[in-house]
């Protein structure tokens, strides 16, 4: 395993070029330019608390020439530097036995994606089950539903090849600190994500790169010997004495299988239904509810990077916000699309949801971002397993009829929100959702906890970025699809459930948040299917 010198907090500005990089290594370290013989960015981030003097920040991996350079002489707090190993990612291959049943996974999100291609590597032949439609077919379908066309429950923003992840920025940054995010990551590139996301803080990947990357990984997948079948949706599990025997798709296929990964995604609620029908232990999760805001991205830009809001190297500018009050639940900022579009996320017929997606360059001229208040099972009035979502489908209908029943979104204007006056009519900005908007007063599709949360934090934030709660700023409803609203219970060392052979994963099962910690728990419960296989 290859050994290299971690160095941090390397400045460079906006004038610099990037190859200089190695001149700083050599000087930080005192040694001759030619003792580095390599480096590899780890890490780069933008520092913009000063807007004169916009910086950016490396950590690099260096192979030295003289593994006995002391690296204690770069000034410690300056220059933080340390040795680190390579971490390569290996999966065990299993033994072939023909007699033994192959392996089931639900959902092809990150999760079921990477369970999938882990099992397949390993030799398992997975099969690999999908409800929505592959990519090809989903976008014309989600096309068909933005131009004011039906909404297909199985084939839409939520459902699919890529899951909710492939209509949206494809943000790759995780407060989770797992070496496998690597792997992730490598594999990604490989099927067509920009370079840059190995390094780079606040990575995404973009809804277009998004939608043929996921392919690439389907092929791949299926080249190591798994089946990927789409528009083929569980309907039934066969369990005797509490273990898995058979699965039934689409009420009638019956599928042998004593291995099946749950990775369903957090809005299959049909699916969550026959779990709980099953037998399989869930209990309430708390999850966020909200609106999305729209700003012209050039006030943002401005308001993070200054004058140099036009240099193309900064790009879109983004941003993250919460307020704190002791009167009112806290808001804070979620999946910030820079230069994005707001979007229908529905699943379900009259019922209405929203969410953001960006491409990867981001350049709408509109950014736009989740406004949040978190929501409590002691909201949702009930102790049953799944209230959480009648809890959901309340709101959703709401947004719906007041939408004008056609998925039009209610939509309001900031200044008219902070008014309580129900707007007539767009600002100077104009919205990106499509179908359509409905002007309207959100204060009729949204909990009173959630308008009165939103109305104290809109004047902190515009403390925060000048112009954030402008009169002309655009807020549309509603945003209830954060995350699952429950998790699907499994033990701490083997990862089933309470029923054997079934192994909950990723957002859906309400252990991860966002692709790459979704992606990161697909390949931990295929490890452990793995472990139980070569036993």
Not at 313 to 335: D, I, W
Not at 410 to 439: C, E, H
Not at 456 to 474: C, H, M, Q, V
Request: aromatic share 8%; glycine share 8%.
């Amino acid at each position: 395993m290859s050994q290299y010198l971690r160095l941090e907090e390397i400045k460079l500005t906006l004038q610099d070029d990037e190859f200089i990089l190695v001149d700083k290594i050599a000087k930080i370290l005192s040694i001759p330019k030619e003792g580095v013989l390599s480096y590899k960015i780890v890490k780069k981030s933008i520092d913009s608390r000063d807007k004169a003097n916009i910086l950016f920040i490396y950590s690099v991996d260096v192979d030295l020439k003289d593994k006995n350079v002391n690296i204690l002489k770069p000034n410690p707090v300056k220059h933080r530097a340390k040795w680190v190993e390579e971490f390569v990612y290996e999966i065990k291959q299993v033994p072939e036995n023909t007699e033994r049943k192959r392996p089931v996974v639900v959902g092809t999100g990150p999760a079921g994606l990477f369970a999938g291609l882990a099992l397949a590597k390993a030799g398992l032949r997975p099969i690999i089950i999908e409800r929505g439609k592959a990519v090809e077919g989903r976008l014309k379908d989600v096309g068909i539903f933005m131009k004011w066309g039906p909404l297909n429950p199985n084939s839409n923003i939520q459902f699919g090849e890529g899951g909710a992840g492939t209509f949206s920025d494809g943000k790759l940054y995780t407060m989770i600190n797992d070496p496998r995010s690597k792997y992730v990551f490598e594999e990604l590139v490989e099927a067509g994500a920009p370079r840059e996301i190995l390094y780079t803080a606040k990575a995404h990947v973009g809804t277009d790169k998004l939608r043929v990357l996921v392919k690439k990984l389907r092929e791949k997948i299926i080249s190591l010997g798994a089946e990927v079948r789409f528009e083929t949706c569980l309907t039934d599990l066969i369990i005797e004495n509490n273990i898995l025997k058979a699965i039934v798709v689409n009420w009638g296929e019956r599928i042998e299988t004593d291995t099946l990964v749950l990775a369903v995604g957090h809005s299959a609620r049909d699916t969550y239904q026959i779990l709980y029908d099953k037998g399989l232990d869930m209990t309430q999760k708390a999850f966020a509810m909200g609106v999305r805001i729209e700003h012209d991205a050039s006030m943002i830009n401005r308001s993070q990077f200054g004058d140099a809001c036009m240099d193309p190297k900064l790009g879109t500018a983004s941003y993250k916000l919460v307020t704190h009050s002791e009167q009112e639940r806290s808001v804070y900022s979620f999946c910030m699309c820079p230069g994005g579009h707001v979007v229908a996320a529905s699943s379900e017929d009259g019922r209405l949801c929203i969410n953001g997606m960006s491409e990867y360059l981001q350049n709408s001229g509109i950014s736009n971002s989740a406004l949040l208040v978190g929501v409590t099972p002691e909201d949702f009035w009930s102790t049953h397993p799944l209230a959480g979502i009648e809890f959901q489908r309340k709101w959703e209908e709401k947004a719906f009829k007041l939408g004008g029943g056609n998925y039009y979104a209610p939509a309001q204007l900031v200044g008219d929100f902070l008014r309580k006056v129900p707007s007539k009519g767009l600002g100077k900005l104009g919205s990106t959702y499509l179908p359509g908007i409905t002007m309207t007063s959100l204060d009729e599709c949204l909990p009173d906890f959630i308008t009165k949360a939103l109305r104290k934090a809109l004047p902190e934030l515009d403390r925060k970025i000048k112009g954030f709660a402008s009169n002309d700023a655009i807020l549309t409803a509603i945003e209830a699809r954060s995350s699952a609203v429950l998790r699907i219970v499994r033990d701490k060392e083997t990862l089933e459930s309470n029923v054997r052979g079934i192994y909950p994963a990723g957002e859906g099962a309400g252990y991860a948040g966002g692709i790459t910690s979704s992606a990161i728990d697909g390949l931990v419960v295929a490890e452990k299917i793995i472990e139980r296989y070569l036993k």
